[in-house]
């Protein structure tokens, strides 16, 4: 079995997103077939259970590579190499060299296509070839790096041959990628990078006054890509450092100042900056949305889902390392993360394919944990679920504000099912208890996917599909009298402003920003107070807890840089 459409039992759930009351109205043939259309269950056949008819996990969409078709690769550059690289892996070489030179003979300066024909010709094991493109793709901008990091497997042929490794010597590069701050605190941070090798890497933290304060090392292994991360500890709360990279003992230049600015203590009042942005699928000509994002100083830098669009449900490997170093070598991005706090979650794009749910299971699909291994890997975040449950969810203070970053793929069950969830059990407990043990002014909680009903009208993939689990949150915070709670999320290509009312509670604001380099858009909802999508953006948070009425200034900025609409909201009217 590879489809089920949803029985008309199961439709009666889905009656109040179509405008329908359960017990007053009845659905129509034609409304029934509409649903049905668009709610398709697919996938595998391992993923169905015995005769329930449910699978445990799969998606609303075709579970197969239709993300990499001519037509998409048309419509969106991020689709363009992977479908190159897709052809390589399958072995159709032939077919990706005449996809490169094609997209050659439309833009010859695009360093990309290079990439792809020196990774064809390797496999091919013709050398010289191979090199040409190389150094074709070096002349029009790409960094060596992307040679050294691979897929490494794939360039192996290359890597390997007397050329390739002279003009290695003569660059002698070992940092690839990074390194990325992130998981900051009042009194450290972490830092990610990817070597050449196993390498062992150094942080050293300097003061204002140029003194050494911290040295911390590391060492990047092939077991995990060739990554490392250093943990500095001993520094002082809301202070600014200096700080540079030592690869075996060797001090890695770098264009731009690094620094890292801790934390106030927490339980501080403080003023700090924080953006969030989600839909950021590698597209070169919206690249410069990181230095738009880099120039307003950050604190703290969410990433709320679809980062990079891998969309192909298998066990990872050399196709999802590419679409992860294409964008860790962008000079942007690498200046972004270099001195702003990142702080990640993943959506279903990332996760395995749109409208994702990954089932309830630890170890079922084999795929899960080498998923989940793969994002962990690729970022620097305070926390990867809890050890028994190993997932993207977390949370972090700055000051007396405390973020919740929530994960909605890895534990979601099947949004067709009448028992169902998106957080999974052991989540959402902790969930819970942090709320009720949180003191902080501000509770921001993050979700890769939007809580207002009307963002993604008829959808079962946003918390409209789990509508009783999403009420289950708001009663949790009414019942503990949990006030200062702001929603953020995104997924759809677009920056929303949403007002969640509660009868007989505050509202719960909600802020949505999910175009930052993507091409196309989702359309403005009505509902929304305001929304914006005529060109990438992120959104901006002002947040000041020193004022005598605590707030947020919410701004959403597009990646030209320009304030396209501002709101402020007040302690007061999130509180109790």
């Known amino acids: 079995m590879t489809k089920t459409l949803i029985s008309i039992a199961l439709l009666i ?122 150094r074709g793709a070096i002349e029009r901008g790409m960094d060596f790096g992307r040679f050294l990091a691979g897929p490494r497997d794939l360039l192996e042929a290359l890597t390997r041959s007397s050329d390739f490794r002279e003009y290695a010597a003569e660059v002698g590069q070992r940092l690839l990628h990074g390194p990325m701050l992130g998981s900051v605190s009042s009194t450290s941070a972490r830092f990610w990078v990817r070597t050449s090798g196993e390498n062992q890497v150094t942080i050293r933290c300097y003061d204002g006054a140029n003194r050494l304060i911290a040295e911390q090392s590391s060492r990047s292994s092939a077991a995990s890509d060739y990554t490392a991360v250093v943990a500095v500890s001993g520094l002082k709360p809301d202070s600014e450092y200096r700080y540079e990279t030592l690869i075996d003992g060797e001090l890695v230049k770098s264009e731009t100042a690094l620094r890292v600015r801790t934390y106030p203590r927490e339980g501080q009042s403080s003023a700090f900056r924080m953006g969030l942005g989600g839909c950021a699928g590698y597209t070169p000509i919206y690249e410069r949305m990181w230095s738009t994002v880099a120039s307003h100083d950050l604190d703290a830098m969410l990433m709320l889902g679809d980062n990079v669009y891998l969309d192909l449900p298998e066990m990872p490997g050399a196709f999802h390392d590419y679409t992860y170093y294409r964008r860790q070598s962008n000079p942007d991005f690498r200046k972004l993360v270099a001195s702003t706090p990142m702080y990640s979650i993943w959506d279903d794009h990332d996760a395995v394919i749109d409208d994702i749910w990954m089932g309830p299971y630890r170890d079922k699909p084999d795929w899960k944990q080498p998923m989940v291994n793969l994002f962990n890997r690729n970022w620097v975040n305070p926390g990867e679920g809890v050890t028994e449950w190993p997932g993207c969810w977390y949370s972090f203070s700055i000051g007396d504000v405390e973020v919740f970053m929530l994960d909605g793929r890895t534990y979601r069950t099947n949004p067709l099912k009448e028992e169902k969830t998106m957080l999974g059990p052991v989540q959402k407990k902790w969930l819970f208890d942090s709320l009720k043990a949180s003191k902080a002014t501000f509770k921001i909680i993050g979700s890769p996917v939007a809580w207002a009903s009307d963002s993604k009208p008829g959808s079962m993939d946003t918390w409209n599909g789990f509508i009783g689990e999403r009420e289950e949150i708001f009663q949790f915070l009414g019942d503990n009298k949990i006030g200062g709670v702001l929603l953020l999320s995104a997924d759809r290509h677009r920056t929303d402003f949403w007002k969640n009312e509660r009868k007989g509670d505050y509202p719960l604001y909600e802020i949505m920003s999910a175009r930052l380099t993507n091409v196309h858009t989702h359309e403005l909802m009505p509902g929304a107070l305001f929304g914006y999508n005529e060109k990438c953006s992120f959104a901006l948070l002002n947040i000041d807890t020193l004022k005598a009425d605590p707030e947020i200034e919410f701004k959403i900025i597009n990646i030209d840089n320009e304030i396209i609409n501002t709101h402020v909201i007040k302690q007061s009217e999130i509180s109790y």
């Open 13 to 134: 759930g889905l009656l109040p997103f179509f405008g329908c009351q359960q017990k007053e109205e009845k659905l129509t043939e034609a409304q029934l077939d509409e649903i049905a259309e668009k709610y398709g269950q697919f996938a595998p056949d391992d993923a169905w259970e015995g005769d329930t008819g449910f699978a445990y996990y799969g998606s609303e969409n075709e579970f197969s590579r239709r993300q990499f078709t001519e037509v998409s690769a048309e419509r969106l550059y991020k689709r363009r190499g992977q479908r190159q690289m897709l052809k390589i892996i399958d072995g159709d070489v032939d077919e990706a060299i005449a996809l490169a030179e094609y997209r050659l003979g439309e833009d010859s300066e695009d360093p990309e296509y290079y990439f792809i024909l020196a990774v064809a010709y390797s496999q091919k094991n013709d050398i010289e070839k191979a090199m040409d493109s190389m």
